[in-house]
């Protein structure tokens, strides 16, 4: 039994990060994790691996589609599908094992298996009972199942099984035009499958601006990625190793089958809390079952804090990890903070796909005068010589005061881009303040210059 400062439970970003920050400010910290290896779903099953995919597919695609037409000539390469694994593997070895390393430096504690809170300053791991002046749930998410599906990770799966797959299918299902679904859609669109999406909404990324989603449609759609939208799926029946999707499309009440060697449910994920003890312990939850947090990540029971995707807010690495700091800072007696109205959201299909602050939508329906800069990167003179004219960056400022309200980019590097309208953001920036900032040429970034440009007197190239 030891006595800390801080436990961390969860060494997903949001934990890691936290613990990091929290020992770097002084205060004597473990974090608890039951994984083999450190790093969450983020690290182990989601982001990271999922780029790993995300990346080989494109270098296959460029070399099937791009390489002749700059003179590259020869057979594109063929798929070797245990070595494009065992790469993912080694990728998701070095960021694991590089926070394993972050913690030995800043002294941290890892605590290995799962932990529960028998009662506020206890946290148990096996036998053992630790003892914490403050304790952080950053217990992460799961995936959300479908009545009358089962995901049994080999046929039927969910995003972690969609990352091991014994073979690249034939036919495969997702079912949800998400993030997941068109991230992991596409990578096996680009590996040889055909690949139907079947989405409950009428458009695909429901939440996004509206021009941006119908965009996205089309290009994924030129991809090979075929689109069912206005449709419950409402089972999946598994024979043999097959399986038969049953959806019925909303508009007619119509019942449709389809079959596919693999389906990947991509519907959502809910807040993992089994096995902590929050019940027991009286932790006031949501109606969606997150734990309920004050401004400060309190949760109802003092001395306990919740950050992350186990509480409100969107699901997502960077959210949380923001989050770990800002709650290691109160915890130190500083003033941590997030500014929820500038969390940038990044797809990482090709072309990417970055938001951040309000759509157009969001604008209408609060009844807020704004002003649209767009610029398509068809006038950008990088994108075309690398065969990225696709999509557009999209700014939305204030129509009186100019201020910028949000921004939404399809398009090469779109999620690297979003962050200078990120900074520009959180200073207060107006649409003219990101026009009259000299970008270098030739980027991706005179794109967003040029739609910024577009909010004022017009842009250049267009
Ligand atoms: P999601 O919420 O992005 O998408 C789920 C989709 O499934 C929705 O479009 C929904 O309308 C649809 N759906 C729900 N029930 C359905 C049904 N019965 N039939 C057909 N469609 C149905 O969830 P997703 O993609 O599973 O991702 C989970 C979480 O992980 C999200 O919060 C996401 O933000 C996060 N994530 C973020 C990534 C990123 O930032 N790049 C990458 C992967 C995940």
């Known amino acids: 039994m030891a006595s800390y400062d801080v436990i961390v439970i969860g060494s997903g970003p949001g934990g890691y990060v936290c613990a990091i920050r929290c020992a770097q400010l002084g205060l004597k910290t ?73 913690f030995k430096k800043n002294k941290i504690d890892w605590l290995k298996g799962w932990g529960s809170i028998p009662a506020a300053g206890q946290v148990q791991v096996g036998d053992e009972v630790h003892q914490a002046k403050s304790i952080v749930i950053a217990t992460g998410s799961d995936v959300a199942t479908l009545p009358g599906v089962d995901i049994d990770e080999e046929t039927v799966v969910s995003s972690t099984g969609a990352l091991t797959l014994k073979k690249i299918p034939n036919e495969m299902v997702v079912i949800g035009a998400g993030v997941i679904g068109l991230e992991l859609g596409s990578v096996y669109a680009r590996l040889g499958s055909n690949v139907s999406v079947i989405e409950f909404a009428d458009t695909v990324t429901p939440g996004q601006d509206a021009e941006v989603q119908r965009t996205f449609k089309k290009l994924m759609e030129k991809q090979g990625l075929s689109m069912t939208l206005g449709a419950a799926v409402s089972g999946v029946e598994v024979k043999n190793k097959k399986a038969k999707v049953t959806y019925k499309l ?22 993992f809390v089994d096995g902590l003890g929050a019940d ?61 109205d500038v969390i940038p959201g990044v797809i990482y299909t090709h072309p990417e796909v970055a938001s951040v602050g309000q759509t157009e939508e969001q604008l209408t329906e609060a009844g807020r005068e704004y002003k649209v800069g767009k610029f398509s990167f068809m006038g950008n003179g990088r994108a075309k010589a690398n065969f990225a ?21 399809i398009g090469p590097a779109a999620g690297d881009l979003i962050h200078e309208v990120c900074v520009a953001m959180e200073f207060g920036a107006a649409a003219e303040d990101l026009a009259r900032t000299c970008h270098a040429h030739p980027t991706y970034s005179e794109a967003v210059r040029e739609a910024a440009l577009a909010c004022g007197d017009g842009p250049i190239h267009s």
């Open 30 to 102: 473990a974090v608890v994790e039951g994984r083999e290896t450190l790093g969450g779903t983020c690290l182990n099953v989601g982001c990271i691996p999922s780029k790993a995919l995300l990346h080989a597919s494109h270098q296959l695609h460029e070399a099937e589609h791009n390489f002749a037409k700059m003179g590259l000539k020869g057979k594109a390469p063929s798929v070797d599908w245990t070595q494009m694994l065992s790469y993912k593997d080694d990728v998701i070895g070095q960021n694991t094992k590089g926070i394993e390393f972050l």
């Open 250 to 271: 909303r508009s007619d009440d119509s019942e449709h089958t389809v079959s596919a060697d693999t389906v990947l449910v991509a519907t959502g994920r809910k807040p």
């Open 280 to 340: 027991a312990l009286g932790l006031a939850m949501t109606k969606r079952g997150q734990i309920e947090t004050d401004a400060h990540y309190a949760t109802s029971v003092p001395g306990i804090y919740a950050i992350g995707d186990v509480i409100e807010g969107p699901m997502l690495a960077h959210k949380a990890e923001d989050e770990g700091m800002a709650v290691a800072e109160i915890l130190a007696g500083q003033a941590g903070h997030v500014n929820y």
């Open 389 to 409: 004219g696709d999509g557009f960056v999209k700014i939305l400022a204030d129509k009186t005061t100019d201020r910028i309200l949000g921004a939404h980019i």
